[in-house]
């Protein structure tokens, strides 16, 4: 939570403290616009304002001052992404006027909207998601989801339980690209978020290059990646897939139907590369399962009866042991 609280003026910093100390585990965003009230979205998609401050172009500064450690320079290719990520693996969405040179956006300038995103490491919310994903062996697999449908969450914890084992199946070697600094959310290399064992981050660096690199480097039996989509990720995705190597990713998208209609991803569709396709959509809280398809596109969701007490990601006391969601 400090992290996140170092952002703001002292009297910005106490009053949101004091909206979200209790209620850290459950606070999704924090939107910080100018000359508006801060909007705090939790769970549930549960909405406060703070409208007692508004803040000030002052503020606007003292904030960006903090993100960039007083030099935008250094933020210039984040800038240009329209995002930067934080220690711990926070996002912040920026937003104001842009600066275009020849058709292409080169900054953002007069930054006066922040979307604060807050990293949730859940241990054990890809418990329900592993059996499907593992046959003998791992199957290559796509998470589909819109934001804030939990898909980072998922594939962290994919990445911890591969790494490390989990019910009498041996750690594997896994490859984390995480262009974002979101999986593992590192710091000066380190990762903060536990990955497992056996997993080795490329950090910040491009996904098509850093899968590459990967594969000649350090040998994965597993490739994690995030937020695949160009045609480059899409090729070097296939050349993981040629050279013997598993490919866990996630994508932005609504649905699988959606997802066929986009031209960078036709050769993944033609290929049937992915044994597993998981549709996550928007639901109460993050994680929610809603199809799981194989590789003849079949949808093979089912509930599986659990014993208590074991990994309910769930926020209610009235639905329990049942692992269509995390």
Known sequence: MEEILRLFPDQIKSTIKSKISERWGVLQEIRFRLNQPIELIFDNNHIEWIDKIVPTRKDSIYVLNQISQFSLYRMEDELREGYVTLEGGHRVGLAGKVNTLNGSVKAIQHITFFNIRIAKEKIGAALSVLPYIYTRKYLNTLLVGPPQTGKTTIIRDITRLIATGWNNIPANKVAVIDERSEIGGSLKGMPQHN??????????????????????????????????????????????????????????????????????????????????????????????????????????????????????????FHRHNNLDRI
């Open 195 to 316: 990955l497992g064992l056996r997993s080795d981050v490329m950090d910040a660096c491009p996904k098509a290059e850093g899968m590459m690199m990967m594969i000649r480097s350090m040998s994965p039996d597993v490739l994690i990646v995030d937020e695949i989509g160009s045609y480059k990720d899409v090729q070097a995705l296939m050349e993981a897939v040629h050279a013997g190597v598993v490919v866990i990713c996630t994508i932005h998208g609504e649905s699988l139907e959606e997802l066929k209609k986009r031209p960078s991803l036709q050769e993944l569709f033609q290929h049937n590369v992915f044994g597993r396709i998981i549709v996550l959509d928007k639901h109460s809280t993050p994680g929610h399962i809603k199809r799981i398809y194989n590789h003849k596109q079949e949808n093979i969701l089912h509930k599986v009866e659990v014993t208590p007490h074991e990994v309910d990601w769930s926020t209610s």
